[in-house]
């Protein structure tokens, strides 16, 4: 803000409106309504009674002596003196530095460049007849400003939502982070053994395709040095060309493939592990799945089937990494159902003979783009993408059912956080879909709006 001298006694007053910018955790006390009132200590009380009523927002008056600061005069104060006994005639006929003197009070000076949320807490921190008070906000050693403290409490609970919706939004990033890293540490036996494999066969076939150059190499040194044709007849016949022509290709190929598989896993990790950016960006949600399918394999193999209904679906707009991380709880959570569905069936048909052998436990991933409520009086429909996964587990008990159902509630979120409530919160708040239970908790669908 520009310098401006202190007013005359025949100026008006006047009113910074203050940046037309959004308020942010870091803006300053320039950023709010300043009021600038100035008066010189020997003007009279009457010129002063007669700004305040026909400026009713002003809520109090510098007062100078000689263009140098001396102290404030907030308007409650200047009510009080008129309510005094005989306090009228005094008001009006008195100079203003009279009125001063009995009012003398020490004035909270702040810097212009205070913080907001600092300014509000000093401002709390004052004698209690003295919270209702203004604020002097200084500039430099001869400008100052008239801040309301009303104004300063609403840009101060105003600050403090955004304040803690990012406290929120950082703790459930955090949570986010933590649950992905539990889930990983409790993958990293399975990703171990995924590693071990393709490497295992890399390993293995990297010894026979050294040996194998090392036995061209010499054949070709034999030409070079032109050997005769018996010497290099038998050197033909050592290193088994022939054979050496039909197995080389298929060792390289077994290195390709374990390298892509390895490449693949290392792809996935990343994928898990991936921090969102600020804004969503289109995703191929069946490479997420695939994804978790893979990292979760070594729980799957040999017990869990898993069957893929796939269907074409466009690139969804959303937070890849926070969608990973819902796919992830869900299965888990699945696989962790029907892990211990199928060890309690292997008990029940060890200890019953003539029970009948149990159904393997499946997991069934359906997708496809729908179009909800659709009506022929309109022309243009949501549509919305649908990722279930349903298990052919037993149906939970009520009472199970409904602590699911309770746990996607704000209430029960802020007691206790489960992974299956983190994962409906990332769907509804973070995507605007829906996160649904059917069939009795056999299932789980999640709904995405295309945009």
């Given amino acids: 803000m520009t310098f401006m001298p202190p007013l005359r006694s025949n100026m008006p007053p006047l009113t910074d409106e203050g940046s037309s910018q959004p308020l942010n955790l870091d803006s300053t006390l320039a950023a709010l309504t300043l009021h600038q009132f100035q008066v010189e ?18 809520p109090g ?22 309510l005094r006994p005989g306090g009228m005639e ?8 009279v009125l001063h003197s ?10 212009h460049t205070m913080p907001i949320l600092a300014a509000a807490q000093r401002a709390l921190r004052r004698d209690r007849d003295q919270q209702a008070e203004p604020i002097v906000v200084q500039f430099d050693a001869q400008t100052f400003r008239l801040l309301d403290v009303h104004e300063l409490n609403i840009a101060h609970w105003l600050l403090r939502g955004i304040e803690m919706q990012v406290r929120c939004e950082r703790m459930q990033m955090q949570m986010i982070q933590i649950e992905k890293m539990a889930n990983l540490g409790r993958l990293v036996d399975g990703v171990a053994h995924e590693i071990l494999d393709p490497v295992g066969f890399i390993w293995g076939n990297l010894t026979h395709v050294s040996s194998y150059a090392e036995q061209l190499l010499q054949l070709i040194q034999a030409y070079e040095e032109g050997q005769p044709k018996e010497a290099i007849a038998q050197l033909r016949e050592a290193i088994e060309l022939d054979y050496l022509r039909e197995d080389l290709p298929r060792s390289i190929a077994s290195i390709k493939t374990g390298a892509d598989r390895l490449k693949i896993l290392a792809a996935s990790l990343q994928n898990f592990c991936h921090v969102d950016q600020v804004y969503p960006k289109p995703a191929d949600l069946h490479e997420c799945l695939d994804s978790i399918l893979l990292l979760l394999k070594s729980r799957l193999s040999g017990t869990i089937h898993v069957i893929k209904n796939y269907s074409h679906l466009p ?19 699945t696989i962790e159902l029907l892990l211990n569905q199928a060890v309690q069936r292997d008990v029940a048909t060890m200890l019953s003979s003539s029970a009948l052998l149990p159904d393997p436990p499946q997991i069934t991933i359906t997708t496809q783009v729908l179009c909800l409520g659709c009506d022929r009086s309109t022309i243009s429909n949501q549509r919305w993408v649908s990722i279930r996964i349903a298990n052919n587990g037993v149906p939970l008990t009520p009472n199970q059912y409904q602590q699911i159902l309770d746990s996607f509630s704000i209430e029960q979120r802020s007691l206790k956080e489960t992974s299956l409530a983190l994962s409906y919160q990332i769907v509804t ?3 605007a879909g829906q996160l649904k239970l059917n069939d009795r908790g056999t299932e789980f ?7």
């Fill in 102 to 111: 009995y009012a003398r009070r020490s004035s909270l000076i702040l810097p």
């Fill in 41 to 58: 200590s020997t003007c009279n009380g009457r010129e002063l009674a007669q700004r305040f009523e026909q400026q009713p927002t002003i």
């Fill in 61 to 82: 008056v510098i007062v100078t002596t000689q263009g140098q600061f001396c102290g404030m005069i907030s308007r409650s104060r200047w009510l009080e003196f008129l």
């Fill in 445 to 451: 669908e999640i709904l995405l709006p295309l945009t």
């Fill in 315 to 333: 690139p969804v707009t959303c937070y890849a990494g926070q969608l990973s991380q819902v796919f992830t709880n869900i299965l888990v959570n």
């Fill in 90 to 97: 005094m008001a009006m006929m008195q100079p203003i530095a």
């Fill in 429 to 431: 708040a973070k995507h």
